[in-house]
């Protein structure tokens, strides 16, 4: 999620703290650099010239040049306005009654996965969505919502077999919502290629029909300069309140993100960042500030980890380790839990300074699979006494998980490492707190299983340079 951009800012920022003092030259010096890498990132060329303009103003402010770290301070504006054009705080849902919600979009941005994915959010708010087959056009679009409805125990409401005119069957689906009594509905449309004009009418009659408390624009966020025409075009024809954005976790540019919010005015209400359906989070444009300035996002992190810890399942934990008693099922265990955190890049991305690690080798989640299937090719009685993995199991092992002897060998020593450090009190909270700014993780009975070190080849992570101390927000 905006790699690229991530990493050139870092570096311009990283000259700019280095400075004792700041001059004009310096500040229209970075300015160029960073107008460069927004362009580069696919931000509207509009976009990015107001916010370097907002940025230089105040940055060449007097206070900014006699502040006793100008460096920092210039980040902090950078930040400031930046959340600015992001939005200001997490947009909600219109939950007024009737709720309705029109998804739409250009082909192939993912509206009828994003359209399972909010009914997925919404059941776990507590709410009964109803998901509406529109898509006429591609092929099997309506099975896929059909499928991804019956996986989530939605109600789907699907055309007649056959039918061709959207407008009919639009009256038929909300005939059908008449049925269904109480919900939030959400009308999943066909996508428009290239903004054809006729489909944008036909999409109109819909809106004008369904009359949705919410229409939102599903978009790539790969869709690179072409972001402004298609944002401008959607909000001209069907009067757009939010964007959802897809696909932030495979794109190393996201310029579309910025470009369609300042163009529309509209919130970016969700991002998609993974494929399953469990993978939408609420949009926090201040998170997603700190995330493109490779802050970090903890906030985001935590909140994640709490919504799928099991607490008698975490104090356990705790206690097993308390007694030291931490075995391969207890590793398996924070394996798994992980892996329902959603992929390990994304992850990274959220640890402040952690985002380096991206890419190197064996700090991926294939590394993983092979460290879960080398435990699951253990027997019962070897997991919950490593102890007798002698030289003749660990052979057995190899030929059972299909990774040579090396690897079991090394899992084994970080394995014994990791116990070690559990025995440490001290260790374990040290690393909790160099992880998470001193708290230590999550508060309550459990807390943040550690990252499992069979994910770093040699036992050891690779290093990562000195850890940022500079940046404060507040000055």
């Given at each position: ?156 409401c699907v055309p007649a077999a056959g039918e061709t005119d959207v407008v009919r069957a639009t009256r038929a689906a909300l005939a059908w919502l008449e ?58 024809t069907v009067t757009i309140t939010g964007l959802i954005m897809t696909k932030l976790d495979g794109d190393a540019r996201g310029g579309a993100l910025l ?82 955190l959603g992929p390990l890049e994304g992850l990274m991305g959220m640890i402040p300074g952690m985002n380096k690690l991206k890419g190197m080798p064996g ?113």
């Amino acid at each position: 999620m905006f790699s690229a951009l991530t990493d050139k800012l870092e570096d311009t920022f990283r000259k700019l703290r280095g400075l004792g003092k700041i001059s004009e030259s310096n500040v229209s010096d970075a300015m160029r650099e960073i107008r460069l890498a927004l362009l580069e990132a696919d931000v509207d060329f509009k976009v990015t010239k107001d916010l370097i303009e907002a940025v230089k103003q105040r940055a060449l402010g007097e206070e900014v040049l006699k502040t006793v770290t100008p460096g920092q301070q210039i980040v902090k504006i950078f930040h400031d306005e930046l959340a600015k054009i992001l939005g200001d705080g997490a947009s909600e849902l219109d939950q007024t009654v009737p709720q309705r919600i029109l998804m739409v979009g250009l082909n192939g941005a993912g509206k009828t996965t994003t359209s399972a994915k909010l009914a997925s959010w919404l059941k776990k708010q507590g709410k009964r969505p109803l998901l509406i087959a529109l898509d006429l056009y591609r092929p099997a679009a309506v099975t896929q919502l059909q499928v991804l409805g019956q996986q989530l125990s939605v109600p789907v409401c699907v055309p007649a077999a056959g039918e061709t005119d959207v407008v009919r069957a639009t009256r038929a689906a909300l005939a059908w919502l008449e049925q269904q009594g109480p919900g939030v509905a959400i009308f999943d449309t066909a996508g428009r290629q290239e903004l054809d004009e006729a489909l944008l009418i036909e999409l109109k009659k819909v809106r004008d029909l369904v009359q949705p408390k919410e229409t939102l624009l599903v978009a790539d966020a790969a869709t690179g300069q072409q972001a402004v025409s298609v944002a401008s075009k959607f909000h001209e024809t069907v009067t757009i309140t939010g964007l959802i954005m897809t696909k932030l976790d495979g794109d190393a540019r996201g310029g579309a993100l910025l470009s369609m919010r300042q163009v529309t005015g509209c919130p970016v209400k969700f991002i998609g960042v993974g494929e399953k359906v469990d993978q939408l989070e609420v949009f926090h444009p201040d998170r997603m500030a700190q995330r493109i300035l490779g802050m970090g996002d903890v906030v985001s992190l935590v909140e994640k980890a709490a919504q799928e810890i099991d607490e008698k399942e975490a104090m356990n934990m705790m206690r097993r380790l308390e007694e030291n008693k931490f075995d391969f099922n207890d590793f398996l265990g924070q394996l798994r839990f992980m892996k329902k955190l959603g992929p390990l890049e994304g992850l990274m991305g959220m640890i402040p300074g952690m985002n380096k690690l991206k890419g190197m080798p064996g700090v991926d989640d294939k590394r993983m699979k092979h460290v879960e299937a080398i435990v699951l090719s253990m027997t019962p009685k070897e997991r919950s006494k490593p102890e007798i993995i002698n030289g003749s199991r660990r052979k057995r092992i190899s030929k059972g998980c299909g990774r040579p002897v090396v690897e079991i060998n090394q899992l084994m020593k970080q394995f014994e490492m990791m116990r070690s450090l559990m025995r440490n009190k001290g260790a374990m909270a040290q690393m909790a707190g160099g992880l998470f700014g001193g708290g230590g993780g999550m508060g309550g009975g459990g807390g943040m299983p550690q990252l499992p070190k069979g994910m770093f080849p040699g036992g050891k992570m690779p290093k990562m340079g000195k850890a940022k101390r500079g940046f404060r927000l507040g000055g």
